[in-house]
């Protein structure tokens, strides 16, 4: 599947209005927010269609499956929004992990757990909110927030820790030195070792740099140190990748259609996160040209003064200021 | 006191709801703590032992309530001695976990780092056996067992 997709829900008295954007979802949050209550009107809607006096609006199928034989049901489920409820044990499963992974569903799954089976961004996990009556009527309207807004909170950064040694650490390593930055660069070996790595720079102000297309598994533990007075700033791209192609260095018009609209065309059978179709695409677009792309081991062209400077240019200002990295005019 | 173990638990009660609905008593709905819970999370009125006042679905029974409060009453009335999985509940529950566990050991599974706040609490970390007492050393604790 691919694109994003509208639902839109409701019956007499709620209304639940929401945008899916790719494969995987997860909704999280406060109890008593609706969460079971949106599964249930999704149920009776596929048990009973508009007799149940539920309305569903989608250009997709809507199906809630439940741990009952849930692998032969998803065998037949094709192009459809999948929903399941936090009381589904089976979504922490490495078989339900790979069964998704081949699936051209899209995934809606309510959970507080971890899932580090699943890559799903930190931009695609919601909490549920009351908005107000519908229209002026007897109805409570219900939308989806992000839970995790804005990450770039703090003001001293000191280290630099990365989710990996590939090109991107690598990348940062020379932008740091060729701009004498008296900053480090570390890697945690990992993403999901990033939240000891912060224990264990517990007196210093790490900038930490993670593929934010798949961080999501890794959101709550970071936000939580942050919580408890940890100095730490996120810079969480959708990947590296993601920002040479948008540095226009592949100066093609289909790359910027693409980048504009990322959902029209990952196929989510074919890419589990958006990070490995940006990897593809910057494989595909620099293939037989002096850019062309490893992502185990950074490519020295990338290091060339006018090529790392323009993607130099594609950081934010205030990461780039805690860098002490300045663009080479 | 509270004792959390983090992760999966043998027999654990992962899905309190579904438990709930073929265990709870009467009595355990019309009780003052109910009551408590059921107004502070889910914003509803308990109006006899079978019916709850919800602003927002009308007339319900226990069987809709939220699946944080039922899992909090699991908490405070269920003598089976089971392990319930915490993780069913939301931070808007933490406070009423706590509070449960000031007159009983009340052992709980969580798979996700509840937010108890900064502290002052009584908390014993089941995988390391550790005592933590405030906000920080409780995360410090989770975020490397979850």
Redesign the interface.
Known sequence: MKGAHQVVIENKRLRYDFTIHRNITVIRGNSATGKTTLIGMLSLYQQDGEASGVRLSCDKACVVINSVRWQENLAVIRDSIVFIDEDDHFVKSQEFAEAIQASDNYYVIITRDRLPSLPYSVTEIYGIRVSGKYAGLKQVYNEFYRIYGNTADAEKADICVTEDSNSGYQFLKYALAEHSSEMTCVSASGKSNIPAKILALKDRHPLVFADGAAFGPEMERVDRLREQGFHLLLFLPESFEWLILKSALINEGEVSRILEQPEDFIESREYFSWERFFTDLLRRKTNRTYLHYDKAEINPAYLQDSVSSQIVAEFPEKVKKLLGIYEKK | MLHIYFGDVVGEV??P??YFINQYEDEWITDDLSKEMIRD???SDVVSARVIDSP???AITPREL????KTLILMAFDESGRVFNG???????AKWILKIAETKELTIAL???M?FGKGPFQIHVLNTDKVVTD??SY??E???L?
């Open positions: 992962y899905n709801s579904s999370v889910d914003r927002v679905l009308g939220s699946g944080g409060v993780s069913a509940c939301g931070d808007n529950c798979h996700n780092i937010d906000g920080l995360v410090t989770a975020v490397q979850v």
